[in-house]
Each structure stands twice: as structure tokens, then as C-alpha cells.
């Protein structure tokens, strides 16, 4: 079955230091690869895609995220986090086969403490 | 230009009564897509339309749930009767094929089930 996890409910940084938030996948071929955020009583917000080409993508906010092929990944990063960073993050993947449905991962909740 | 509005935001209702949840989509997005969160997990399909079509419904739970999308604008989500484990955040997106996947999310409507 198609899948995607993010292994970390949570993930705490302090405010200034490099951040990572993991992603892998279970899809087959070579899927649309998607990161979006989620503040408190928002809905999702768009933060990056990898279609093809370079495997380092960059997105809004300082964000980027690296492709990794062979460990189907697509860790979300940032070199220095903000407290206004905080916020639920979400791994997406569109399969370019058999129609368009994304698939999300549970998501993972990011701390930035000053 | 108007984001992606979802009506309402939060609803409570006893078991086994009626609720529909609505969907603007945003102007001259033809792929309308439904999905649910439920406390916690992962972020689920239900369905996809294409102008007023469905595309794909692989992921309705069951036949209480039923979707529409009137002359290819609005749609709306009925579920009736409502069982306990209907409850969470029912999420609406839309998108425009010429965006490559990404999704526009409204705030979401909470949806109680008492």
C-alpha cells in the first residue's frame, strides 16, 4: 500500500538553530513530492514540491527539502529556525500514476523555543 | 482572489442526526478534493472531482457519506446518520491543473459527534 511517514510526532530546536523534519515514502515510479504547513486554526498551506531535477528545493519561508532516491525521502529543512516556525508540518506525495490523490503523512509538530 | 472557504467551521451533533459541510472552492479550480483528519493521524482522502464529476470516491468510508458538486462550483459533504468515529476535521482543497499538484486547503470544519 501506498504510504507515507513522517517518524516524529514532535520536533524541538531552539530558535536559531538548523532544523530537520523527516519524511519517507512507499511509492511506486516517481511521485510529486510535497511539504505543507499547518498553523493554529488555518488550513494547510503550500510549502514546497520536488517534481524532478535538483534534489535540494527551495519553498517559502527559508524552507528547503532534499530529495534522496535510494531512501525515498524528502526531509524538510531550515538552517536557522524561527518561534515563528512552530507549527504542524506536513509530508505529501502524488503519485503520477493512477489518478491524483495525495497522500499525507500523519504529520509532525515543530517547537521553536527562544 | 478569494482562498478556499469551508462552512462550517465547527459543528456539533448528537449521533445518528444529519450534518453537511460546504466547500467554495477557489474561481477556475476544476479538481475539488475532500479529505479528513482525525484526531492525531494521518491526513485521509475521500474524494475528487473534476468539474462536477467524481473522479475518484475510493475513499469514502462508507454510504453515509455523500458528496456533491453543483454545476462544477460548491460542494457539499452530507453525512447521515452520523456515527461517533466521524468525528474530526474535514479538510477541502482545490487545485488548477497548470499547478502541478499543489493544493489550496480551506480552514477546515471540525466536525463533533456526540
Known amino acids: 500500500a501506498q504510504s507515507v511517514a513522517q517518524p516524529e510526532d514532535q520536533v524541538n530546536v531552539a530558535e536559531g538553530n538548523p532544523l530537520t523534519v523527516k519524511c519517507t515514502y512507499s511509492?511506486?515510479?516517481?511521485?510529486?513530492l510535497f511539504w505543507y504547513v499547518q498553523y493554529p486554526n488555518r488550513g494547510l498551506q503550500f510549502l514546497l514540491k520536488?517534481?524532478?531535477?535538483?534534489?535540494l528545493v527551495k519553498g517559502s519561508y527559508g524552507f528547503e527539502a532534499e530529495f534522496n532516491k535510494s531512501q525515498t525521502s524528502f526531509h524538510l529543512k531550515k538552517p536557522s529556525a524561527l518561534v515563528s516556525d512552530s507549527a504542524l508540518y506536513f509530508c505529501?506525495?502524488?503519485?503520477?500514476?493512477?489518478?491524483?490523490?495525495?497522500?499525507f503523512g500523519a504529520g509532525t509538530r515543530l517547537f521553536v523555543k527562544a | 482572489e478569494a482562498g478556499v472557504t469551508q462552512f462550517p467551521s465547527h459543528s456539533v451533533i448528537e449521533k445518528g442526526q444529519t450534518v453537511t459541510l460546504r466547500c467554495d472552492p477557489i474561481?477556475?479550480?476544476?479538481?475539488l478534493y475532500w479529505y479528513r483528519r482525525v484526531m492525531g493521524k494521518e491526513i485521509k482522502f475521500l474524494l475528487h472531482?473534476?468539474?462536477?464529476?467524481?473522479?475518484?470516491e475510493s475513499g469514502m468510508p462508507n454510504n453515509r457519506f455523500l458528496a456533491e458538486r453543483t454545476g462544477g462550483t460548491y460542494s457539499t459533504l452530507k453525512v447521515q446518520p452520523a456515527e461517533l468515529e466521524d468525528s474530526g476535521v474535514y479538510f477541502c482543497?482545490?487545485?488548477?491543473?497548470?499547478?502541478?499538484?499543489?493544493?489550496?486547503f480551506g480552514e477546515g470544519s471540525r466536525l463533533t459527534v456526540l
Open positions: 472531482f473534476v468539474k462536477e464529476s467524481k473522479q475518484d
Open positions: 482543497a482545490s487545485s488548477h491543473p497548470g499547478l502541478r499538484g499543489e493544493l489550496f
Open positions: 474561481s477556475g479550480h476544476d479538481n
Open positions: 505529501a506525495v502524488r503519485p503520477n500514476t493512477g489518478g491524483f490523490k495525495t497522500i
Open positions: 511509492v511506486s515510479g516517481n511521485p510529486y
Open positions: 520536488y517534481i524532478t531535477g535538483d534534489n
